[in-house]
């Protein structure tokens, strides 16, 4: 089998790839494995099980489920709910582990399994082999009678997350108003009470999921209503989630998008004018604009770097005992709340430091200049030798060096198809879109894959 786990588990369309028969058999191969510390002391693991309103998440919810309690595990069924929730909620239960089952920002055919570790962790690449192995190799277990799990209805599950995102909240939102786009997704019901409970008076698009319109045309990946609605309502600011929630994008009072990078900047400030922002860092990936960098230089705050993808934001972090850290795409990950990036606790946080400042949230994201990014996809080359051929590095430095300190140059392989990216800043998008094409020009040329 080839490697099955993609960078956020396991994902394809809904009854296709992602069937009813590999539901139950990934539920069945991790219980052994994520289980094992509850077997072995002789009782019933624990699971919470969420998922995204997608319609087939309901088959492969129930299947998942059967898996699990078939194999001896007991379920708590925390229903509709962010991915966030259901990591916070294997933590506060102390359960074993957890399932999500999301395709996130994916349409609404796509679908995804997401298996959470004690505490409400990502999975540990070991991890997901042992699952593998077990999947390939390992016959389920099959207890019976008393030993088999129970299905229970985790029925105040809501109620603990959104107490949890207000007792992180550093100071109350009266007096604000706040354009929530949930995206028809897992935050549509969470959400909305959250900001509520905190003060805010709440406008609220993209909450009425029928299970086919999640992400569709609205959430973090579609701004356009957002940004109307901010301004139609003369709103403070607005928040945009993902479908499941893990992310956040925002909106200034003019309408106006604050990215990842920029709320990362935003809430790198107040943590440390709190003094939690632990080694005055924060962690990035390699992706995020170079005028973020400039910017945290200039108020005192290291950068750490990390590849692209939250599981590596969130080892940098841990490596380093960090409190902040995250993605230009707006998974933000507060260490202090949360194990996982956490759309909602993101927005909240982003609210609270408007409310508290007095500052229009246009006024606060300027602590950044996001510098023009040019990113040329190049296909069909052989993207292990872009690190080490000659006439591409020579392509880099002559780049780099055009660019002086003024930009950046970043050669970046895909991890799953035959594509190198290529990504150019510099102070105008002129410069960017000429030294990025160039230099996909010489990927191009001297990484061709032959027949």
Do not use: W
Request: charged share 25%; aromatic share 2%; net charge negative.
């Amino acid at each position: 089998m080839s490697r099955l786990f993609g960078t956020d588990g396991v994902r394809g369309l809904a009854n296709e790839t992602l069937t009813v028969e590999l539901s139950v058999q990934l539920a069945q191969a991790a219980a052994p494995v994520l289980g094992a510390e509850a077997f072995e002391a002789g009782r019933r693991p624990v699971a919470v099980v969420a998922r995204d309103p997608r319609i087939s998440g309901q088959f492969i919810g129930a299947a998942v489920q059967a898996g699990l309690a078939s194999s001896g595990v007991d379920v708590y069924d925390a229903g509709v709910l962010p991915t966030p929730a259901a990591a916070f909620l294997v933590g506060d239960l102390d359960a074993d582990f957890g399932v999500m089952i999301s395709a996130s920002h994916n349409p609404a055919p796509d679908n995804g399994i997401k298996f959470l570790a004690r505490g409400g962790e990502k999975l540990t690449d070991a991890q997901e082999d042992a699952i593998i192995q077990h999947l390939e190799s390992e016959r389920p277990l099959r207890p019976t009678g008393a030993d088999v799990g129970r299905i229970r209805v985790f029925s105040d599950a809501e109620d603990r997350y959104v107490l949890h995102l207000l007792q992180a909240l550093p100071h109350r939102l009266d007096g604000l108003t706040v354009v929530l786009d949930c995206a028809h997704g897992a935050a549509a019901g969470c959400s909305p009470e959250a900001f509520r409970d905190a003060g805010a008076e709440v406008v609220v698009i993209g909450a009425d999921p029928d299970g086919l319109n999640i992400n569709d045309g609205c959430g973090s990946t579609h701004l356009e209503k957002l940004q109307a609605a901010v301004r139609e309502h003369g709103a403070d600011l607005g928040i945009a989630h993902d479908g499941d929630a893990d992310r956040c994008l925002a909106v200034d009072e003019r309408g106006e998008v604050v990215d990842g990078d920029q709320i990362m900047g935003i809430m790198a400030l107040a943590l440390k004018d709190r003094g939690a922002l632990r080694e005055d860092t924060l962690v990035v990936t390699v992706m995020s604009n170079l005028g973020l960098k400039l910017a945290m230089e200039r108020e005192g705050v290291n950068l750490v770097e990390t590849q692209v993808g939250d599981r590596y934001v969130l080892a940098g972090m841990k490596l380093g005992d960090y409190s902040l850290g995250g993605e230009q795409s707006g998974h933000v990950i507060f260490a202090d709340h949360a194990t996982t990036g956490d759309g909602v606790l993101t927005g909240l946080q982003i609210a609270s430091r408007v409310a508290a400042t007095g500052r229009p949230l246009s006024e606060l994201a300027g602590v950044m200049t996001r510098l023009p990014q040019v990113l040329v996809n190049v296909r069909g080359v052989d993207k292990g030798r872009a690190g080490e051929d000659a006439a591409v590095q020579t392509a880099v430095r002559e780049a780099e060096d055009r660019l002086g300190g003024t930009g950046r140059v970043l050669l970046r392989p895909s991890g799953t198809e035959p594509v190198v990216r290529v990504m150019v800043e510099a102070p105008d998008e002129a410069t960017a879109g000429r030294e990025a094409e160039a230099l996909a020009e010489v990927v191009r040329r001297e990484l061709a894959l032959h027949d």
